[in-house]
């Protein structure tokens, strides 16, 4: 996907195998200033292909990829655009990964458990050339604040369903409820988390699954066999 660049906002490529995830980073770069999505790409391979035509100036990019790596498609691009800087983010927390990426030519290692402004505000720094080799945001650990501290068991099961990619349709047919009621679910967990958009809920429950510290727990803390999915690797 391409998109049409304006001004002098700074373009931004996003590569990311979870086109859930692209779709909310677009929202995120979409509603922030002086950036702009002028590209994506599901892997190694297609963003090989799109990215030096769009000569993004930051590459933001998953460690992990369908058809390969972030460091590779790294590897791949640094000699078509040499103008361009490159962010992996990531749910690795690994020191090791970050200094591999660091090295292989990343000007910045973030962690998916980031909120959206610190993203954009990583963006605008590694344009600017304040981000240097070394430096990365802090992930957020399990004592950290959760977002879904505040919300009712029935919007959990909610949030839950719309990372899974149901309409408010299916999830009311799901659940047994009307799909008013799921409307009326989604707008108070969009509150209590401090969300805007659905989009940005369905991010942020894919992004916690994908990470490896992820546990859906129940408000008691003492989650239920069925209430606890395993969370995916990569």
């Known amino acids: 996907m391409t998109v049409q660049r304006q001004g002098r906002q700074i373009g931004v490529m996003v590569v990311d195998g979870h086109e859930i995830v692209r779709r909310g980073l677009g929202v995120?770069?979409?509603d922030?200033?002086?950036?702009?999505?002028v590209g994506e790409a599901s892997g190694v391979a297609e963003a090989v292909r799109l990215a030096p035509p769009?000569?993004?100036?930051i590459v933001l990019v998953a460690l992990r990829l369908p058809d390969g790596t972030g460091l590779e498609l790294i590897?791949?691009?640094?000699g078509a655009l040499p103008g361009s800087r490159f962010i992996v983010l990531t749910s690795v927390d690994d020191d090791e990964a970050m200094r591999e990426a660091l090295?292989?030519?990343?000007s910045a290692y973030l962690s998916k458990s980031l909120r959206g402004i610190e993203v954009v505000s990583a963006i605008k720094g590694v344009a600017a050339g304040r981000a240097v080799a070394g430096q990365r945001l802090p992930p957020r650990r399990r004592g950290a604040a959760d977002l879904t501290e505040g919300l009712t068991p029935s919007e959990r099961r909610v949030l839950e369903l719309i990372g899974e990619g149901l309409s408010n349709?299916?999830?009311?047919?799901?659940?047994?409820i009307a799909e008013k009621t799921v409307k009326n679910h989604i707008t108070s967990l969009l509150a209590k988390m401090g969300l805007r958009r659905r989009t940005q809920a369905?991010?942020?429950?894919?992004?916690?699954?994908?990470?490896?510290?992820?546990r859906w727990a129940e408000p008691t803390d003492q989650p239920s066999r069925n209430s606890t999915p395993k969370p995916p690797r990569g």
């Open 28 to 30: 995120i770069l979409a």
């Open 32 to 37: 922030a200033r002086g950036v702009e999505l």
């Open 54 to 57: 769009l000569a993004p100036q």
């Open 75 to 78: 590897s791949q691009l640094r």
């Open 103 to 106: 090295t292989g030519g990343a």
């Open 169 to 176: 349709r299916e999830i009311g047919d799901r659940l047994g």
């Open 202 to 214: 369905a991010t942020w429950i894919v992004t916690r699954r994908a990470s490896s510290w992820w």
